[in-house]
């Protein structure tokens, strides 16, 4: 309590709903997930357009510019995005909810390697993602539809050229040229 820095990395590390921080509980951060991807799937994705995306970013990762006037994404019709205090409070099962919703993609954009404003909460994120820190990503996640990044918050340009990238790869498996 006293020495909590509001990270939410605890948060992160239970799916049992033992933890919450003072001005986030986990319910309160599964329902705008749920939110924000129903109103994505409802706008459409972009006016029909498919492959939209859902976005976690940490807020002291790359600068997009989410959430204020003049935003890079308030042309993209096709994506959302939910800032979380450090990528490390995304439980796997989070991931899983944009989909639930018909999202057709999640990007997470976390902070550099050594660039955690709270030391490990990028590296314990990419355990849970690659599967060797509990709790660990569902073998059921279709891998192919989630991208997970790291930058520093100068990288927008890199930023937008990802999601750019993710956006088009989306589309193209979804219009049944992806992989195979």
């Not at 279709?142 to 990044?149: G, P, Q």
């Amino acid at each position: 309590p006293e020495r909590c820095a509001s990270c939410g990395i605890c948060v992160g590390a239970c799916e049992y709903q033992a933890i919450d921080l003072p001005n986030l509980t986990e319910g309160d951060m599964k329902d705008e997930i749920k939110r924000l991807s129903v109103e994505l799937r409802e706008a459409g994705g972009g006016g029909g357009e498919r492959g939209s995306v859902f976005v976690f970013l940490c807020k002291w990762g790359v600068e997009s510019g989410a959430g204020s006037k003049g935003s890079p994404f308030e042309d993209l019709p096709w994506v959302t995005v939910m800032k979380v205090p450090c990528i490390g409070m995304v439980q796997p099962l989070m991931l899983a909810i944009p989909f639930e919703e018909g999202v057709d993609g999640v990007l997470v954009a976390g902070c550099r390697p050594i660039d955690c404003n709270y030391r490990y909460g990028n590296a314990w994120f990419a355990g849970r993602f690659q599967g060797y820190r509990p709790p660990v990503v569902r073998r059921s996640l279709d891998r192919d539809r989630v991208r997970y990044l790291r930058l520093s918050a100068v990288e927008t340009d890199e930023f937008g050229e990802e999601l750019g990238r993710f956006h088009e790869e989306l589309r193209e498996e979804l219009r049944g040229g992806g992989k195979g």
